[in-house]
């Protein structure tokens, strides 16, 4: 089974930007579709965006236009670049190896993302 760690959480202003990291164990990790998933206080986790091993990616409507979600296979990383944050997505972070959240077979703890003035 993958192992997975997520860094690059913090507290940033509305309107600021964050690259979060995601580092994956073992081989194969060219195979996997990666995707990034986040979860609010009292909410469901949701999906974010996710990568295919072919590149082709996939983003929610809310973060359309302002994340970018790219992988770097020779260094088994995944990473999620987020520009014009906004409150609403104050969340914590999780790296998953899988699609949407019902398939996702491995996930990392987890990095808070806080966006507030």
């Known amino acids: 089974q993958v192992q997975l760690a997520e860094s690059g959480g913090g507290l940033v202003q509305p309107g600021g930007s964050l690259r979060l990291s995601c580092a994956a164990s073992?081989?194969?990790?060219?195979?996997?579709?990666m995707g990034w998933y986040r979860q609010a206080p009292g909410k469901q986790r949701e999906l974010v965006a996710t990568?295919?091993?072919?590149?082709?990616?996939n983003y929610a409507d809310s973060v359309k236009g302002r994340f970018t979600i790219y992988r770097n296979n020779a260094k088994n990383t995944v990473y999620l670049e987020m520009n014009s944050l906004k409150p609403e997505d104050t969340a914590v972070y999780y790296c998953?190896?899988?699609?949407?959240?019902?398939?996702?077979?491995?996930w990392g703890q987890g990095t808070q993302v806080t966006v507030s003035s």
């Open positions: 998953g190896r899988g699609g949407i959240v019902a398939s996702v077979s491995s």
């Open positions: 073992g081989s194969f990790f060219n195979s996997y579709t």
């Open positions: 990568i295919r091993s072919d590149f082709n990616t």
